[in-house]
């Protein structure tokens, strides 16, 4: 492991304490202003959209996205899946009555037969973010792999609580920026 290998696990560990530490009251009016922006961005965005299912305190996008979806009979959402470990993800398609399973690292997914979509928007959770926009995740690479993989005109949101922000994420050469961060 490298030097700047053992920094970011310090500072993952270190930002995960801080989002876990967060008070369900203040959490949840974070929460609502996350919401607020991100419903704004995504009505002046194209569809399809892809998003995450929240894990470890994570800002959960499924009531926006339900929303979004609902005012418009032709948006798509996708979400990621891991197939594969260490290989980029893919995309299948989730709607509102999607029943899930439970994929690798027992995150929730759609079937594995849900149809492949190719988003234009992407919606990544940050364990912490910079002011270049860069992203901490929780290490494994997979957004990164899968960014590198899509059109370059493809949105990167990135979501985050603000005060998981840092001075400098010091990204490596695999490390994408993302478009734009909404954090609280």
């Known amino acids: 492991m490298t030097n700047q290998d053992n920094s970011k696990l310090t500072l993952r560990e270190k930002l995960l304490t801080i989002r876990a530490s967060l008070n369900n009251?203040?959490?949840?009016?974070?929460?609502?202003?996350?919401?607020?922006?991100?419903?704004?961005?995504?009505?002046?965005?194209e569809n399809p959209l892809a998003f995450y299912l929240p894990i470890k305190g994570e800002f959960n996008p499924v009531p926006v996205i339900t929303e979004w979806i609902s005012k418009k009979d032709d948006r798509k959402a996708c979400i990621p899946v891991i197939l594969k470990k260490?290989?980029?993800?893919?995309?299948?398609?989730?709607?509102?009555?999607?029943k899930l399973e439970k994929g690798i690292f027992n995150i929730p997914i759609p079937p594995i037969n849900s149809k492949r979509i190719k988003p234009k928007i992407v919606i990544i959770p940050c364990v912490g973010f910079d002011s270049k926009n860069y992203r901490l995740g929780y290490g494994g690479g997979y957004y990164d792999r899968t960014l590198c993989k899509l059109d370059k005109d493809?949105?990167?949101?990135?979501?985050?609580?603000?005060?998981?922000?840092?001075?400098?994420?010091?990204?490596?050469?695999?490390?994408?920026?993302?478009?734009?961060?909404?954090?609280?």
């Open 154 to 184: 493809v949105k990167k949101i990135g979501i985050s609580y603000y005060e998981c922000k840092v001075e400098d994420i010091k990204p490596n050469k695999y490390d994408i920026p993302m478009d734009m961060i909404i954090c609280s």
């Open 25 to 45: 009251d203040k959490k949840l009016k974070i929460d609502r202003k996350i919401s607020k922006s991100l419903l704004n961005v995504l009505s002046q965005n």
């Open 86 to 98: 260490n290989k980029p993800m893919v995309f299948l398609e989730w709607k509102l009555d999607t």
